[in-house]
């Protein structure tokens, strides 16, 4: 098949010679980190062993509250690098979770389990044989291969995103925990504190947004201010408004972090050149980023018309591609979220269709290119190529010149 709608000339030759820095090391704008847990994978899986190491002495205390306390801490720290551990520790990982989320949460009463069916000496007793099984995980982790540097800015964008996630939990408080104590109960007072933590380390993680899609960027901008004016007050009025500003930031935030998830798990080493006319797929990656730009260019549109080529494109040109990727994990999501908002759009072209459609195609762009971004051969592809008709809402205005 060859493209029919899109006119544009494609580059050919467009592979130059560059370092290996620009795409994996550090000219750019890659693994800063600086508000995750620690530099890389192995440090912070230590970061989570102290905390569960933490949470054994609370335990000891035999006070339930204090308890819970060091396990929100915990979860906290862990639900930030858990998916680091899912490529390097997969079996370890499993068993470690047999105690995190299971046994030791329902020792503690939480997600509708009743603390009192457990004693001190067993609440201690699977506090210890969860640091066992972290052991184990952070030990698969130090003698496996380390994973790239795109991790670390996954994981400054986790551990920023479950900041706001707690003023959320602080907020509502965990209304099925059995008994109640103040760890379990609302707390609109934490969550503002809470909240001004995010806004603390949020300039880090706007930084990395920022590079894949300033649009997104300026848009959370706006959504931060929202939660911020809704935490003005008396906390003692409980915040309104407040819990329903934070979902609408994890619902853009979110998109975010599935942009820079896609582009740590589909980092390819031995590929240190973009070249869109030879790619490992069935298709090459010139076909993907054409259609790419060619169904934002129909979504610009907005017709029914329109939006039935959209699906033809999406059917002929990127279903396939995205196939080869389906069982593996994030680009699961990925491809079923593609799917179904080409499904949707098509149905009926709505600000809520389209939007989706958008994000939809944003995450599956990154995993193709993300590696690759602001360097000088995709920078001079998309102008060659993209053209004026829609397609990316920014222009590569800080792409360095070429070597």
């Known amino acids: 098949m060859i493209h029919t709608f899109r006119h544009r000339a494609r580059l050919a030759g467009l592979a130059v010679t560059v370092g290996v820095s620009l795409l994996g090391g550090s000219l750019f704008n890659l693994a800063r980190a600086e508000t995750s847990y620690g530099p890389d994978t192995v440090a912070r899986a230590q970061v989570v062993a102290e905390a569960l190491d933490a949470y054994i002495e609370a335990a000891k205390t035999c006070d339930l509250d204090v308890s819970r306390r060091a396990y929100q801490a915990s979860d906290r720290i862990l639900q930030s690098t858990w998916w ?4 390097r520790a997969t079996y370890e990982l499993a068993h470690f979770y047999t105690y995190h989320q299971n046994q030791v949460q ?16 067993d609440r201690v007793q699977l506090a210890e044989e969860q640091a066992v099984a972290w052991d184990e995980v952070v030990g698969s982790l130090t003698n496996s291969p380390p994973l790239n ?3 670390n800015d996954l994981a400054t964008m986790w551990t920023v995103a ?7 939990s602080e907020l509502t408080g965990d209304p099925d925990a059995t008994p109640q104590t103040p760890a379990t109960e609302p707390d609109p007072a934490a969550a ?14 706007r930084e990395l947004i920022a590079f894949r899609n300033p649009a997104l960027a300026t848009e959370i901008d706006g959504l931060v201010a929202a939660v911020t004016a809704a935490f003005e007050g008396d906390p003692a009025a409980g915040y309104p408004g407040a819990e329903d500003a934070l979902n609408a930031l994890d619902a853009r935030f979110s998109v975010a972090i599935n942009m820079v998830d896609v582009v740590a798990q589909n980092y390819l080493p031995t590929r240190p050149t973009f070249d869109p006319t030879d790619w490992d797929t069935f298709d090459t990656i010139d076909d993907v980023l054409l259609t790419i730009f060619e169904i934002r260019d129909l979504i610009a549109t907005g017709t029914p018309e329109a939006a039935a080529q959209v699906a ?3 059917s002929d040109w990127l279903e396939t591609p995205l196939s080869v990727k389906f069982d593996w994990g994030v680009f699961t999501f990925a491809t079923t979220a593609m799917g179904a908002a080409v499904e949707a759009y098509a149905a009926e072209q709505t600000d809520a269709t389209k939007r989706t459609l958008l994000d939809a195609l ?6 193709y290119v993300g590696q690759y971004w602001d360097t000088p051969e995709l920078v001079q592809y998309y102008e060659e190529n993209e053209g004026p008709g829609g397609g990316l809402p920014w222009p590569f205005a ?3 010149a070429a070597p």
């Open 84 to 87: 680091e551990a899912v490529y």
């Open 106 to 121: 329902a020792s503690l009463g939480l997600e509708g389990d009743d603390a009192g069916d457990y004693t001190c000496a």
């Open 149 to 151: 540097e795109y991790f």
């Open 162 to 168: 479950f900041t706001y996630g707690t003023a959320r």
């Open 192 to 205: 503002k504190e809470r909240w001004l933590e995010f806004v603390a380390d949020y300039p880090v993680a």
């Open 312 to 314: 033809t494109e999406y």
């Open 362 to 367: 944003l995450v599956v762009e990154q995993i």
């Open 398 to 400: 800080t792409a360095p």
